[in-house]
């Protein structure tokens, strides 16, 4: 089918041998660095992933989550969740009995940190290098520095009233007591500091490659660093103990793979909302989207029924699966979709969140508009993805920020604040309860071709993935886009559902749009029923998908990064 070409402002690099992509252009080249050394996909990756964790210091911390996808070159896929759980003696009711039904700011929203332990064990069972070799390009960039750009400005400064309300956030985030002006030098030597006794503990330890990653683990979670942050805990009414630190590790969980065309689509399980991705293309499939042009009002309208119906599923029945029977076979099953295709109406909107389809629906918080959105929440999170020269895939979703819990002094960390992701109300499917992981937004996949091409893709920003994911994946896949053209493509969103952070605001019926839609579209979309707001062009809101496809028909690596933020693909 054809489609109209967006081709400014970045070019599909095209590569032989190996490809990094992600967030910032210099943990790109950090990872490119590391193909170059001989590492593999998984080194790369991490090795980008902790930079990430410095360079977008506003939306990953080092200390936050990093859930990972990793596909090896002969076919095997696993998921890692680094994702954290509330500490053991939280009690379950806790803001349902102290604090009015809602998450405060500060270390009540604290989950236990994982993304170093992931790190570690992704490099531990799949990776080459030590701690050392990977870790080393986020000490230098914490340590020296770097440029201010614009993202990272504007976010501090969207956010500085967070930032001030602890005198160790505004000391990294507000040098000087003002937000950091593009150009100039960001550095975090405490942070440096952190990973470098990580570093040092690998060192000393000695032994080979796996003993010396246990050893930087351990650093983190139960030497100095894990010390500092219990410390600070239990002096300032927060839960973490040393046993929530000192017996966490991630989880590797299935992955569920689901069949489009001729792919299959590799994502997470219900712990996160990864599986709502392979869901709204099934439905768009089973409803029908021959004939229907790209960005035209028809198109725009029927996916964002379709994504209405895959946040519902989300926001009904997801949660925890350690915790919560999520009938995830039942929902990407032939009936179900076949149901939420059927409830699309061609000509009309569905008013708010469509209700379950079997089971008990969750009730929904009263709507609001645009304007009433009642805070500036934490940063988008970040985005990697790797293929090496052997053929190994590496995708994963840094994320986490640091404006409304508190930096542990002296170490340049925010423990995990994702507990603003779980609900109050711990009979909600994604509701709080002691060991238990608040569910995610962040979802790396990646997507195998019959002829055996490769597709690890993501991005940042939220309820916002899975839309941004969806969209770049049918402009490449149904509309015939380069990859490139597929990132650049202007992008719409629904609302209409509960954020899935705290305090969960719900829009209701509105639908943004960047602005670079004709008014047809505007006017379309606003006669069946939408409340249409208009995004500025190439906004990060609209989030910001890297991609890289191993195309195994021409022999070439496609690389994209989005030019929503300073994103970057190397390749060679």
């Not at 599909?12 to 252009?25: D, F, I």
Request: proline share 7%.
């Amino acid at each position: 089918m054809t489609s109209p070409s967006w081709p400014a402002p970045n070019p599909t690099l095209l590569g032989t041998r190996h490809s990094a992509s992600s967030g910032h252009y210099l943990a790109s080249a950090a990872a490119f660095a590391i193909l170059e050394a001989g590492g593999n996909a998984v080194d790369a990756g991490c090795c980008a992933g902790m930079a990430l964790a410095v360079l977008h210091a506003d939306e990953v911390n080092f200390a936050g989550v990093a859930p990972i996808m990793i596909r090896l070159a002969d076919g095997t896929t696993v998921s890692l969740d680094g994702l954290g759980v509330w500490p053991r003696r939280l009690p379950a009711d806790l803001f349902l009995t102290q604090h009015g039904g809602t998450i405060p700011t500060g270390l009540l929203r604290t989950v236990v940190p994982a993304a170093p332990d992931a790190w570690i064990t992704a490099l531990r069972d799949y990776g080459t290098m030590t701690f050392a070799q990977v870790a080393a390009a986020a000490a230098r960039l914490a340590g020296d520095g770097f440029a201010v750009f614009p993202l990272l400005a504007d976010g501090i400064a969207k956010r500085q009233a967070g930032y001030r309300k602890w005198a160790a956030n505004a000391a990294i985030y507000l040098p000087g007591g003002r937000p950091p002006r593009v150009g100039e030098r960001f550095v975090q030597a405490d942070l440096a500091r952190t990973i470098r006794l990580m570093i040092d503990a690998e060192e000393r330890a000695g032994g080979d490659r796996v003993t010396g990653l246990e050893a930087a683990r351990a650093a983190f979670y139960e030497g100095e660093i894990a010390e500092r942050i219990v410390t600070y805990h239990e002096a300032n009414g927060g839960y973490l103990r040393r046993d929530d630190l000192a017996e966490f590790r991630s989880r590797y969980e299935p992955v569920v793979a689901t069949r489009w065309r001729d792919f299959t689509m590799l994502t997470c399980g219900a712990w996160c909302q990864g599986p709502i991705l392979a869901e709204a293309l099934l439905i768009l499939e089973r409803h029908g989207l021959d004939g229907l042009a790209h960005n035209s009002p028809e198109y725009v309208h029927t996916v964002i029924e379709a994504l209405k119906g895959v946040f519902a599923d989300r926001e009904h029945h997801f949660g925890d699966p350690e915790f919560v029977d999520v009938p995830l076979e039942r929902l990407l099953g032939a009936e179900h979709i076949a149901a939420r295709a059927a409830a699309i109406d061609p000509e009309r909107a569905f008013a708010g969140l469509p209700p379950a389809l079997f089971g008990e629906s969750q009730a929904l918080p009263e709507a609001i508009s645009a304007g009433e959105v009642r805070h500036i929440g934490e940063g988008g999170t970040s985005y990697v993805c790797v293929v090496d020269r052997w053929g190994n895939a590496f995708s994963a979703t840094p994320s986490d920020g640091a404006s409304t819990s508190p930096v542990i002094p002296g170490t340049g960390i925010v423990p995990s604040l994702r507990g603003l992701q779980s609900r109050p109300d711990p009979a909600h499917p994604s509701g709080v309860a002691p060991g238990k992981r608040p569910r995610l937004t962040p979802n790396p996949a990646i997507a195998v071709r019959d002829d055996g091409s490769v597709l690890p893709f993501g991005c940042p920003g939220g309820d916002m993935q899975v839309q941004a994911m969806l969209q770049v994946f049918l402009n490449a896949f149904h509309f015939g886009m380069e990859l490139q053209e597929a990132v650049n493509a202007p992008r719409f969103s629904t609302w209409s559902f509960p954020n899935s952070f705290a305090p969960f605001d719900y829009l209701a019926a509105h639908v943004f749009l960047e602005d670079r839609f004709d008014t047809s579209v505007h006017m379309g979309l606003e006669r069946r029923g939408h409340d249409v707001r208009r995004w500025p062009a190439f906004t990060r809101d609209a989030a910001a998908v890297e991609a890289i496809y191993r195309n195994a028909r021409t022999g070439f690596l496609e690389s994209a990064a989005d030019p929503r933020q300073p994103a970057q693909a190397v390749v060679a």
